[in-house]
């Protein structure tokens, strides 16, 4: 970390911040020109509050010369992770196709979704039982019924399942729950990554709404520091201006994380736009960036589910997005 | 809520539509004119999923003329609402003067500080002991024994106690604090905003980072669904492209949810703003908008602080600051 | 024009709202219900203020049944347009490869990059002369001879010309360009795009910084109703909160774009990323989800150029961004 | 300014960066530690172009120490400007309430806009001539006219006029307006600020709806740079996620900007929040927190105005909002 110090501060103050530095285990190495004075700090800064120390009136700017975050960070890791999903894989070349409906209704819809994305080439299902709505009043969910109905599609097709945690008390009905996923309005419920650092099982954690690339890897951070390095991310899509797609989709996430980290980066086109129409365009961009895998939804009988929705595909629909995304999988590995 | 039905759509489909929405107990209005179809649905609407109907493909646009926010809606409760903390008022010409530092360090800072800005006017004492941090490698606060000497400086002071919540399993720990404080990153934790509606004691909910004005109505919501209508809302800045303040404080906030809402509004200027130097103009413009309270970090002893920062303001700036708002506060209610 | 009239509202006032509007030569449809008088505006809306009558104090709220851009508007013309530039063409199957300089720096520098992207494949060369600076200090561009210097590069190599228009005044300079270019701080100077509403040569215009895509197809139709049909419309990034990119590209925008409008999509991954590094992932993804063209920055010779930077492939990185670009563009058109 | 080198950068290509910076007549100042090369650059580095060297990928980053706007710095100029209009002032201690129609409209109109509101204490006049619309549709503004009819109410009024300026080929036609507007479209059109630069008339330079505090400076710098050191800047709102304000107003600029500058401030509460009730608790905050003035729209004859609008006060209106702020202006000047 480099801290620049303002002109004309007292040298007694340097003294000061040099000595409080130091008192936590770090080693400074101070440079004083013409025009400023420059403290470099070596040693594990990562524990330093940079915040904090940006906000001393003393202070003109601070630079970190090496990322907060460690667990995920790729220059401690520079081969790619590979995440086990039952008998899948995810990162490193092996390419997740994640998809089902937005909610578990009933037995019929989530088995029925299952095969058809099955034979359409999933990898994984998923479905959603508790679900965060930002009205009370709306749908919250089957909860534990729609996790017993998502581990007999599992039972039936073979498909690992993916399905969204809110409550760290519901972990035990998580138990045959393939992968974990953590929503976007919870990326930073740091008390519920706490405790997914404290399994094993794969966390899928969604960006939040106005977060940075780097918050992102800082509560990947969280689970990976109780020692679960099982992580997936997911970008799902900022919030802008725009009015026309639901979010704003960052495909640059992709390079850029996968540059910062070695963890597996999939891409959520339907959440991100919120129109069925612009979720195949961008799940073929999404593939042709590198992602990892997608995550798509897919409901079985539009004009009676709950969630017909504006941004869920019909099953031969996507079985035309998977067939097309397999195609364009297969030239950008040709490419290499 | 208005439905504009998409130009050439089948009446066949729309037919379904209307049966859709009249098996969920709500009557509807239909209105044919040259080139369009309106659907006026009557009822309560409320539990009408939004995103989903203005989703579905022969559906042009949605317009709600009733909001999803019933609770927390002025149009339902004409009169503002008056919260009680201990022997202080919040509220409807009560105005709260939240201070306190950041996080609770030690017993001599915490009360050390209560008594000083207790003489220069503050009416409840804020402090953090469980600290939501980007980084896991950060200080995370004093905890349980944070709370215990948060109690131990109201006994001395008398203040009434605001802290923050992260897991509603701590909540007996919060038996004896007044105010329970909802942070940004956990505006959208559904869960714990349940369990908070179990309870009858005043919430302080912050707005999120990028969260609308109508989204913080509808937490306040999940809150007030569960029977706590003491909820006081908190404008603490949202997040930008400007980098000059860490966030950017929304101060037409206060106006428009006076407008919405019966709910009492607060600001946070240090916060939102990240720089001590702003924290007195902030303040003094919050309060001339018509904030119901201010709630502002102060510490004791800048140089030795774990949190000695940018945004807060040592017991002598933060007199002068709480003199001159009571001042502005006082022209403002004389102009009436 | 949907107009929801609050509730509660005089007879009267809606009567003076209704006669208002049809003093413009439109009609209305009204429909009251129980709790609320609609009035469908029928007509040509597009010069109807939306922005006006929403704020109007008795008006709930507006809902545009149909969209206020009407050249550019795919409704009134469903088939893709083709731009021609010299002999290539752009839309509707056409692919453009626009690359070259940041800015024009010599003779040397341009004709030798103009060589190698069009061996590369490039079918139009890029190049600023007037360059838009944050800085009054900051390089400004070779202007006048700038703009020699890329005729001489189109003589040289036959490729076509794309170059920046800051002033109108200019025009006379641009007689020979093929491809004049209205950069994203000019999306909305309104007087630069009349004025090339009056020639016939194509405009690229960029996307705002913070603008939405109805707001960049209003723009377009400056330049329209002028009776210049010939825009071509860019993607570069929006400016959001997000700082590892130097914007946030907003790939959603080419299915939205080709839904709303007819006129041709290219995306600058360049500009958008700020990053080396991202414009190849950033270019495959683009061209995966069907834009119509990229405009891609090259430099011939990076440590001494004046814009040596973090943006700028070399001719050689260049190569394989096209012959990768060119690959996918293959599969997508494979796949239909 | 500071550059930090990346970690195990060749000696080499660190000494071809310094002979780079070198070359333009700057000093460097090098400092190699255990982890890091760090480059202090001496002289005047705002000719040095930030973005180009951060780009650079052997740097890790880049810090200034020094802001790149000189003119209109505090750091070089410590006492607030007085910009002088008429026989009014603005800055350092001079508050100005400008107040005046959106669009100018008829000599009836502006003449009594005018007498109204000069009776209620306002100091200039505004009116809108030359009209920036989205849509080409829309009205454009009574234009040359429009500039006659506002000097008309200036002789009857004595209020000096304050209008917006579109086209710097219009500038004859502003040879008697006191003060020229740049819109917040306009204000990175760098042709139009270095014409104003050219003058010796106050330039009133609106924020754009996504520029950062530091780009706003450096347009004034444009202005600045060519001689005409009258410029006033203006926050009007930038652009964000929220939706129950049209712009959200960031307050927070007026003490950042007051200690980033000497330059007066004015706010625009009219146009930031869209909606005339807000308008009147905005112009208090913005008074509060130290602007040297505000900008407010206000209409004659609500009914029929064309631009009856959202944001516009009627007279009487406006008269309450003027005593207001000149009270919380008084009491925020004795408070010192």
Known sequence: MIIIVKQNTKEERIRDLIAWIESQNLRTHVSSGDYTTIIGVIGDTSKLDEELISGLDIVEGVKRVSEPFKSSNRKFHPQDSVISVGDQKIGAGHFAMIAGPCSVESREQIISVAKSVKAAGATMLRGGAFKPRTSPYDFQGLKADGIELLLEAKRETGLPIVTEIMNANH?????????????????????????????RKPVLLKRGLANTLKELLMSAEYVMAGGNENVILCERGVRTFETTTRNTLDLSAVPALHELTHLPVVVDPSHATGVARYVKPMALAATACGADGLIIEVHNDPPHALCDGAQSLRPEQFEDVARCVFQIRQTVQQLG
Do not use: S, T
């Open 171 to 199: 972990l035990p009905l998580f138990e045959d729950v393939d992968v974990i996923q953590v929503g976007a309005r919870n990326m930073q419920n740091f008390e519920l990554l706490k405790e997914l650092g404290r399994i």
